[in-house]
């Protein structure tokens, strides 16, 4: 999509849901850049946000000088380096430093800077991970995701009765369904590198397991066909139904009937006292990936279920609820909320 015009927050979320599939994502990259350096972004707030996703592309597309100029230029956009939103242009920089090559020790004093937040921030494990890996650190980040584990269960075993190693399964506060705590992700992050160094299935490796498959159940119990909160773009919507047509039933027979959908249930959640609602930018090409990797169908509603639930613990797929009413809709048609999905509730 073009960037030439002032970007909107709407049009940062399309760009991170859209831009590896564009024709040039190196270009839409330095559009990113160009328009926080020139200030055409609506909320000034948004530049590190901006030069991160730019970084993100050029190091996925092996550009890592790219990445790493972009990176260092989101750095200095976000208000400090502690910021909490700064962690995964950190690692995003450490990434594009071992990929230079030559700057190996650099790159490890930046994750070392990083790990703390293994234990707070649920994305890091995430994030950190697979810098370590793109450095050919897998080991370490196994070391690392492992002791952070054993601190957080620590954690919360004692905090519930003692020490984790008397009883018999570690306390874990899995969370809601939409938004699993740490402790989820530590796991599901450990369970991966495990899983990819070849290294034997233990007894975190089981829970991770088991947490997983509880997170899919508790979903699909809390979640119904209209409150999943997964947003399908007019494109992503189009395929789904081609690809899927029986879910013309839990998604609508047309773009607008999911629209209405969706912001009918926002309504009601608002109305029901719930605040920072948002919905979640979903794709095809996800929810089929999901469902492979489960051996599963993309229509079974616990695949959506569990999908729905992966997609929500993303920061990069929110789409905040409600913007004002003479901004820009939510659901990125380019045309005033109030013109467009704001009456659908009403209908």
């Not at 997983?212 to 007019?234: I, N």
Request: glycine residues 8%; negative net charge.
């Amino acid at each position: 999509m073009p960037t030439r015009k002032t970007l909107t927050k709407a049009d940062l979320a399309e760009l991170r849901r859209s831009a590896l599939g564009t024709a040039n994502p190196l270009g839409v990259a330095a559009d990113l850049a160009e328009a926080a350096e020139q200030g055409r972004l609506e909320d000034p707030d948004d530049a590190g946000d901006a030069l991160t996703l730019a970084a993100e592309i050029a190091e996925i597309r092996a550009r890592p000088e790219a990445a790493l100029r972009y990176a260092e230029q989101a750095l200095a956009a976000y208000p400090s380096g502690d910021d909490p939103r700064a962690g995964f242009a950190r690692a995003l920089r450490a990434r594009a430093l071992f990929r230079a090559g030559g700057h190996d020790d650099e790159a490890m004093a930046e994750l070392t800077a990083l790990r703390p937040l293994l234990l707070v921030q649920p994305d890091a494990p995430a994030y950190v991970s697979a810098a370590l890996d793109a450095g050919g650190r897998s080991a370490i980040a196994e070391t690392w995701l492992s002791e952070a584990v054993d601190t957080v269960l620590n954690e919360r075993a004692t905090a519930a009765s003692g020490p984790a190693s008397t009883a018999i399964d570690p306390v874990v506060d899995l969370g809601p369904p939409d938004a699993p705590g740490v402790a989820f992700f530590l796991l599901q992050q450990r369970h991966r590198v495990r899983r990819n160094l070849n290294l034997p299935h233990d007894r975190q490796d089981d829970l991770a397991d088991r947490l997983e498959t509880q997170l899919v159940r508790r979903a699909g119990e809390r979640r119904d066909a209209e409150s999943d909160l997964l947003f399908w773009p007019r494109a992503e919507f189009d395929r789904l139904l081609a690809e899927h047509p029986a879910l013309t039933e839990v998604y609508g027979p047309d773009w607008d009937a999911h629209r209405g959908r969706l912001e009918t249930e926002l309504v009601r959640l608002r109305g029901s006292g719930q605040a920072g609602l948002g919905v979640f930018g979903a794709t095809v090409a996800g929810l089929t990936a999901f469902a492979g990797q489960r051996g599963g169908d993309p229509a079974d509603a616990a695949i959506r279920a569990g999908y729905a639930a992966e997609v929500s613990a993303r920061p990069s797929a929110r789409i905040p609820w409600p913007p004002e009413r003479n901004d820009e809709c939510w659901c990125g048609s380019g045309l005033k909320y109030k013109k467009d999905c704001l009456p659908r509730s009403r209908s």
